[in-house]
C-alpha cells in the first residue's frame, strides 16, 4: 500500500531514501515537517542521521556545507525567509561548489499565510546560478530528491529545491523506491576552492559562470521539464511546479487543445521554450510566486502582447494561485457560486487560553498608559499576535532579531523607553549580536526575552535557548543588576509592573528574562526540558 | 469517481483527526486522496480548513475549485458558512450545533442557523451534545463524520476501520468511544441523507 504523506513528508522520507546523512534546519513555516519527519523516522534513527535543529538558517547550512566537505550527502531545510538569513554562506558554496551532495530545501509562501512576505526562492537560485527543482506533486517531490542528490554530485553545485504551501501541507499516498546507501567519507581532491581567498574565488566564480551551458542541458533533457505540442496553435502554456496541478485539474483529460510545457528544472530550457513559443499564437506563463519565468521570456522575445501571465494581468501579480485563478486565465466556465453570508465575521488567529504572552502583555500595556505608545518593538513568534487587538501592545515585526536592533536605533535618536519584545528561541536565533550591539554603546533600551521554552509558533520544537539565557545575557555584558527575572502570571502583575517601570527609568540596557511555559508543551517535553537545565547546571 | 470534501473548524477542534479518518479509509479502498491542512499560524484559534479529494483517478490539484465541493462537514456552525462558495448546486452541509466563541464580534446564532437552513440539503448535528453524553465532547468530531458518512463515497466498514487503526494507540475506552460516536452520528442523519445514500 502507498503511504500517505504531506508533501513535505514525501520530500523528506525521499531523501532517507537517497542516502542523506544530515539534515540541518531552524523550524518555520511551511517548511518544519520536513525535518521533524526525519527527526521521528526509525530508519532515520538506524542510519544515524543528524537531525538535531541548528541556532538558525545561517549555522545549519553551515554545517550542511561541512557534511557536503567530507563527502557525505547533507540537507538544509527552512522557509523562504531563512534564507535571507543563510543567503551570505548560500551564494559562496555556490562559488566554492559542493563535495557530497547538497540540497537547499526552501519552502516558499506565497499568500503569506505564516510570513512576511511571499519572495519567491527561486530568485535566490537564479542569483547563485545553480539549479532549481520544483516539484508539482507529493510523488515528484518524494522523486527528486535522489536526482536532486546525483545532480549536485554530477554538477558540484548545491541544488536548490523550491517548495511552497500548497504542496508542503497536502497530503497523497507516496510509492517509495529502493533505499541508496550513505556515501563513505571523501574529503575533496583540492581543497583551495574552499578557501575563497581573492584569487581562488576569482577561478572558482570563472567556474561557476562557465557551468551555465550543463546546467541548460540537464534542464533540457531533463524528465521534469516535459514538451507536448497540440496540433492546435492557439495557446501554449508554461505551468511550473504546483501551477501544472491547477492546470490539469482545469483541463482534465482535453489535452488536445493546448500546448503545454511542464517545468519543474532550472536554469530554464530555452530550446524548449522557443519550440513552444514558434509553435504558437499566445504563451501564459503560470508560475507560483514572482512572474520570473515571464520576465524572462519578455527578454528572450521582446514581444510583449504574445507573452501572458502575472505581469499581464491574465494572472493576478500577488498571492498563490488556486485552481479558479488558473481556470479564469484559460477562460474556461466556472460554476456560479454563492457568496460568504454577511454574518459570517473574521476568525484571526490568537494567542492560546493561558498563554503567557498574554500576562506579559497586559503588564507592558499598564506601563505603556504611563510612558506613552508606540515605544514597542517586536519580533517573529507566536507575541507577534501581540500586534493585533486585544492586546495592541507590538508595534513592530519586520525580522528575526530585529526588535532589538529597532529599539536601540530608536534609542540612537532619542527615543526614551524603548522597549523589545523577543522570544527565547528567535533571541537565540538572531538576537544575541544585537543585545551585543547595544551593550556596547549602553544603549538605553529594555529588552524583554518572553521565555516559553519552545519555538512554539511552529509546533513547539525544542529552544537552543532553554537554560543558557541567564548565562548568555551575562556573558555578553548586560550588567547583572539589571538583568531581572519574571514570572508573567496574573498574580504577579503588580510587581512585575514595578520591575518593568523600574528599568525603563535605567539609562542603559537592561534585559528582563519573562519566564513561563508555553502552553502547549506536552508533560514529557516540559520533563525533557526540567533534565536539560538539570544538566545545564 | 470524484468526491470534494471540505472540512472546516477553528485551530485546536480536530478537523485534522476527521481528514486522517477519510484519508486511512480511502487509502484502504485503493483510491487515490489528497488533502491539503493548514499549519502555522491560522492553527492558534483561527479559522482553518481542510480540503478532502478522493477519487478513482488521478487527482491534480489540491484544493478543491470554487463550487465543486459535494460536501462541508464543519465541526462549527459559522466556519460552516465561510466555505459557502466551494459548495456544489446540490452539495451537503454537515454541521456541530455547538459554536465556537473566541471573537468578541461573534455573529447572532439564530441568524447563522437560518442561513445554514437557507440550504436544501443540510444537516445540522448536536454532536457536542450526543459526545458528552456517550462520555467525552472531543468526540463530536466523529459523531459529525457518522452524520455526513452517507454522503460520503466510502464504505462504513473502511471507515470503521480507520477509526480503530488510528486510536489503536489509545486505550480500548477511546477506541469505543469514537466509534460509538461514528455510530451515532449515523443514527441521526438517517432519513436525512438517505436521499444522497440512495443516489
Given amino acids: ?537 | 469517481m470524484k468526491t470534494n470534501i471540505i472540512l472546516s473548524g477553528v485551530g485546536g477542534q480536530g478537523i485534522l483527526t476527521i481528514a486522517a479518518v477519510l484519508d486511512t479509509a480511502a487509502l484502504s479502498e485503493d483510491l487515490f486522496i489528497k488533502q491539503s491542512e493548514v499549519h502555522g499560524m491560522s492553527q492558534r484559534g483561527g479559522a482553518v480548513q481542510s480540503h478532502v479529494r478522493i477519487s478513482d483517478k488521478e487527482i491534480f490539484s489540491d484544493l478543491i475549485p470554487e463550487g465543486q465541493a459535494d460536501l462541508i462537514l464543519s465541526v462549527e456552525p459559522m466556519e460552516l458558512l465561510r466555505y459557502m462558495p466551494f459548495l456544489k448546486k446540490d452539495g451537503w452541509l454537515v454541521t456541530d450545533s455547538e459554536s465556537f466563541i473566541n471573537t468578541s464580534n461573534y455573529p447572532d446564532k439564530k441568524e447563522l442557523f437560518n442561513q445554514i437552513k437557507k440550504h436544501p440539503n443540510h444537516v445540522i448535528v448536536d454532536a457536542t451534545e450526543i459526545a458528552k453524553k456517550i462520555g467525552n465532547s472531543k468526540a463530536a468530531n466523529m459523531v459529525l463524520l457518522g452524520a455526513a458518512s452517507a454522503i460520503i463515497p466510502l464504505s462504513e466498514d473502511s471507515l470503521v476501520k480507520a477509526i480503530k487503526e488510528l486510536f489503536q494507540h489509545k486505550s480500548e475506552r477511546i477506541i469505543k468511544l469514537n466509534l460509538e460516536a461514528f455510530a451515532e452520528g449515523k443514527k441521526v442523519a438517517e432519513g436525512i441523507t438517505d436521499l444522497a445514500a440512495s443516489k
Fill in chain 1, 1 to 537: 500500500m502507498k503511504s500517505l504523506l504531506l508533501g513535505n513528508e514525501a520530500l523528506a522520507q525521499g531523501s532517507i531514501d537517497a542516502g542523506l546523512s544530515g539534515v540541518y534546519a531552524y523550524p518555520g513555516t511551511p517548511s518544519t515537517e520536513i525535518t521533524e519527519y526525519i527527526q521521528k523516522s526509525k530508519l532515520a534513527q538506524e542510519l544515524k542521521i543528524h537531525t538535531t535543529w541548528s541556532v538558525n538558517e545561517k549555522t545549519a547550512m553551515e554545517a550542511a556545507l561541512g557534511m557536503s566537505y567530507v563527502g557525505k550527502r547533507s540537507m538544509v531545510v527552512m522557509k523562504h525567509v531563512g534564507l535571507n538569513v543563510a543567503s551570505d554562506v548560500f551564494m559562496n558554496m555556490a562559488v566554492s561548489g559542493i563535495n557530497g551532495g547538497l540540497v537547499v530545501v526552501v519552502a516558499d509562501d506565497p499568500s503569506m499565510h505564516s510570513s512576511q512576505n511571499e519572495q519567491d526562492s527561486r530568485f535566490y537560485g537564479k542569483f547563485a546560478m545553480i539549479p532549481i527543482l520544483e516539484p508539482s506533486s507529493q510523488q515528484e517531490a518524494y522523486d527528486v530528491m535522489s536526482y536532486a542528490f546525483d545532480l549536485s554530485e554530477d554538477v558540484k553545485l548545491p541544488v536548490l529545491l523550491r517548495m511552497v504551501t500548497r504542496l508542503s501541507h497536502s497530503r497523497a499516498g507516496i510509492k517509495v523506491k529502493q533505499r541508496r546507501d550513505q556515501n563513505e567519507i571523501d574529503l575533496p581532491r583540492d581543497t583551495s576552492r574552499f578557501a575563497l581567498l581573492p584569487s581562488n574565488a576569482r577561478k572558482q566564480f570563472d567556474l561557476l559562470v562557465s557551468k551555465k551551458d550543463t546546467l541548460v542541458h540537464c534542464s533540457e533533457t531533463s524528465n521534469l521539464n516535459s514538451l507536448r505540442l497540440s496540433e492546435n496553435r492557439n495557446t501554449g502554456i508554461i505551468a511550473c511546479g504546483l501551477a501544472y496541478n491547477y492546470l490539469m485539474e482545469n483541463i482534465g483529460e482535453d489535452l488536445s487543445f493546448y500546448s503545454i510545457l511542464k517545468i519543474s528544472q532550472y536554469p530554464l530550457p530555452k530550446e524548449k521554450i522557443q519550440a513552444l513559443y514558434r509553435h504558437c499564437d499566445k504563451i501564459i506563463v503560470m508560475e507560483e510566486g514572482y512572474p520570473i519565468v515571464e520576465e524572462l521570456l519578455h527578454n528572450y522575445f521582446d514581444e510583449n502582447d504574445k507573452i501572458k501571465g502575472r505581469l499581464s494581468g491574465d494572472l493576478p501579480r500577488t498571492g498563490e494561485l488556486n485552481p479558479n485563478i488558473v481556470g479564469r486565465a484559460l477562460g474556461l466556465f466556472q460554476n456560479s457560486t454563492e457568496p460568504v453570508p454577511s454574518v459570517v465575521t473574521p476568525r484571526p488567529p490568537q494567542l492560546c487560553d493561558g498563554c503567557g504572552h498574554t500576562d506579559l502583555f497586559n503588564t507592558i500595556n499598564e506601563v505603556i498608559r504611563e510612558i506613552g505608545d508606540k515605544n514597542v518593538f517586536g519580533d517573529i513568534g507566536c507575541y507577534a499576535l501581540g500586534a493585533l487587538p486585544p492586546m495592541n501592545t507590538v508595534n513592530t515585526l519586520i525580522d528575526m532579531g530585529a526588535s532589538i536592533t529597532m529599539a536601540k536605533g530608536a534609542a540612537d535618536a532619542g527615543m526614551d523607553n524603548a522597549i523589545a519584545v523577543i522570544g527565547d528561541s528567535t533571541f537565540t536565533h538572531s538576537g544575541m549580536t544585537g543585545l551585543l550591539d547595544a551593550v556596547y554603546e549602553n544603549s538605553p533600551i529594555t529588552v524583554i526575552i518572553s521565555d516559553n521554552s519552545a519555538v512554539a509558533m511552529t509546533g513547539a520544537q525544542e529552544s537552543t535557548a532553554v537554560g543558557r539565557l541567564h548565562k548568555i545575557c551575562l556573558g555578553l555584558g548586560v550588567h547583572p543588576d539589571h538583568l531581572k527575572t519574571i514570572v508573567p502570571l496574573k498574580k504577579n502583575h503588580d510587581e512585575n509592573v514595578e520591575v518593568l517601570r523600574n528599568e525603563l527609568k535605567y539609562k542603559g540596557v537592561s534585559v528582563i528574562i519573562s519566564e513561563r511555559p508555553c502552553v502547549r508543551l506536552s508533560r514529557d517535553q516540559k520533563e525533557v526540558i526540567k533534565a536539560k537545565i538539570a544538566a545545564l547546571n
